[in-house]
């Protein structure tokens, strides 16, 4: 269980990003994190494997505060949390492997990993996890060889090597085209499934990620406005996520998208 | 599922070429180490003058020969200014033969061999003829920097020239404008930024030059330096350096706040 | 503005009146300044020899050929000891600047108050300084030979391969050290793993292009005492044997020739 109590993050512009942001994820939950640009979103994920420092709060992940945690403890904390990102932070110049492998890091002293000197049985875990993406075909392909959508998956396979109890997932999909997005996300939902993990997703498509996730949380300005199930999600709601606007279209987006997935299965 | 295995690819695919090429390498290491012919007691004993002069950064002396470190400053400074702009003035006609989008074959060639010979040479091999030549003096050092001036200026500049937005020469083109209208209306906006902050960084490799010809009698406070050197005086030396980076430090401030306003 | 009226007419000008003047007042400054430097190089000249300078150009020309093609298989020694102080200088420029440049990075400094400045200092100090100055102070401190231009090398390339490593550093994109860093990577890791891979390109670039640098350096060193075929060249000037001179001018302008050929091929083949 992940729990986040209270937590705050002031920059040092002055600006507060989060505002005493209280959210509990139970074991196996997935969870779209919905909001305008800079309400915070890539902020409160941040937060939680301390990539950003927060100001006030706590988070709890199964028992652990990870907030008063030693930088050696964090390094440990860490493992237990995968990250994908917008932009597939992958290491460019490095080979496939070299980047999936990069998810055991935590696990490995300097120089076996230095020296590429991998246990053979995280080699077999990547493997595996690269056949389960569809990609055990390209070890040896260095990762600015690939289209946006493979890099994503190896993003996805170097989180979830990590063994972690939870992913934070960053804008997957901000720059895939939207039929890659619904394969990537349908991917991600599928083996938060296989693996019992619990995860939040940050995610701007609203279409999306009501089709993908059983909750959704809005975020404005740094504070929770919407906490509930995807069809809850009204026009009202999202007029207090996002401001003014005629929703009616997106929402029907959504009918129209859930109609589709069957399709786009094979 | 057999369990397989993974390496990391090496730089090389073929095997022959790998092991052939880091060979090839251990072998140059080796010649090259035992072809040096150290004398480690003379090292030995130079420790003691290394740290010397160290020390001596903490009390330079800037008094006892400040007529000679002050008029060979002064002649340094001289020679980088005028070197700079007389070579900066010639480099321009020479870039604009050097590019290949602009002169016709023969010129572009002859252009391409002077930039090759006059960056070829050291600074300090041309000033030793440039000294035979006119004669011991600032004279030589000035005719020194601005030669290599002229093939470093027109070689970047051409290759910049080179690399102009194509569009934006075609439209200048298509307006019907002469050569020359189209060289100032289409080329020379679009190197100017180019142009400044190689000048300015120019300047700066000047000075340092500079500072050296004085070594070979053209000029400059490289001459009281070599003097210093030769008797130990390693605080004089100190002192010198020490205006010499400064003098460096503060060109490099200056260019950064320029190349920033011209951007 | 520059654009006025007249009457009916529009009367548009470059720049206004004051910028314009600005302008012209700056280029004077420039010309006169000019001017004054000129004065004091021509009053420190005897303008007897440089009126004289065509004939003793012409005579020396005359002189320096045809070259004394038998010095060659003098050469190739002094001319092994250039490349080998141009290359293992660099090799060790590499060795000693790469920690240099770590310290020196915003992004990878220990730290900022202390380390960073001191990475700094080191930077600016090794670079004002030319290599010939430091082939001075060496041989003055160690003796003359190969050892010491090689040292020569290695410091005045620390600041160089150092500055623009650390640039390069600064440059990366944070979003993969992010990534390595959320994998729970110990620092080390994220620097292997993370930014490595990054700057290795520049690195490579960089590196190459300095050993180019340096072969041209490396020529003239001999010329304080500290090796190589500059060695050479001051004694044939010493004894004004011009026909060797040629030779050995010849000699160094194939060399810079062959080093630029090589490092402009290995940086072409990194991108």
Known sequence: MLELKNLGKRYKTGDDALKGVNLTIPNGQVIGLIGPSGAGKSTLIRCVNRLVEPTTGTVILNGTDITKLSSSGLRKARREMGMIFQEYALVDRLTIMENVMSGRLGYMGFWKSFFRKYPQSDIDEAFRLLERVGLDHMVDKRADELSGGQKQRVGIARALIQQPKVILIDEPTASLDPKTSRQIMRLISELCKERQLSAIVNIHDVALAQMFVERIVGLQDGELVFDGAPDELTPEALTKIYGEEDWEATIDDVDEGEENVGDQNT | ?263 | MPVTTKGELKVWQRRDRAKQFKIWFGWFIGVAIFMFCWKIISDATTWFFVYDAPRIAVDIGGRAWPPRWSYLSELWKPMWDTINIATLGTLLAIIMGVPVAFLAATNTTPSKRFLRPLALLIIVSTRSINSLVWALLLVSIIGPGIFAGTLAIAIRSIGFVAKLLYEAIEEIDVNQVEAIQATGASKLQVIAYGIVPQIMPAFAGLSVFRWDINIRESTILGLVGAGGIGLYLQSSLNILAWPQVTVILIMILIAVVISEWVSSKVRLAII
């Open chain 2, 1 to 263: 599922m057999s369990s397989r295995t993974w390496k990391r690819p090496p730089l090389i695919k073929d095997t022959t070429w790998r092991y052939g090429l880091l060979a090839l390498m251990a072998l140059y290491f080796v010649a090259a180490f035992f072809s040096y012919d150290v004398n480690w007691s003379r090292v030995y004993e130079g420790l003691d003058r290394g740290w010397t002069f160290i020390k001596s950064f903490t009390n330079p002396d800037f008094t006892t020969r400040w007529t000679d470190i002050s008029e060979g400053i002064w002649e340094s400074i001289i020679i980088t200014v005028t070197s700079t702009v007389v070579g900066i003035i010639l480099a321009i006609p020479l870039a604009l033969g050097a590019a290949s989008n602009l002169a016709p074959k023969p010129i572009y060639y002859l252009a391409r061999g002077f930039i090759a010979v006059a960056r070829a040479l050291h600074e300090i091999i041309v000033a030793i003829l440039m000294v035979a030549i006119f004669g011991f003096g600032p004279l030589a050092g000035f005719i020194t920097l601005t030669f290599s001036t002229i093939g470093f200026i027109a070689k970047l500049l051409a290759e910049d020239i080179e690399n102009i937005s194509k569009p934006q020469a075609e439209a200048v083109k298509s307006t019907g404008s002469g050569w020359w209208q189209w060289i100032n209306y289409a080329v020379q906006p679009q190197v100017m930024p180019r142009l400044i902050g190689l000048s300015i960084y120019r300047i700066d490799i000047n000075f340092r030059s500079s500072s050296i010809l004085g070594l070979v009698g053209a000029g400059g406070v490289g001459a009281t330096l070599n003097t210093a050197f030769d008797r130990y005086e390693f605080d004089t030396a100190a002192a010198i350096i020490i205006i010499i980076i400064a003098i460096v430090m503060v060109l490099e401030y200056l260019s950064g706040f320029i190349r920033a306003r011209v951007q």
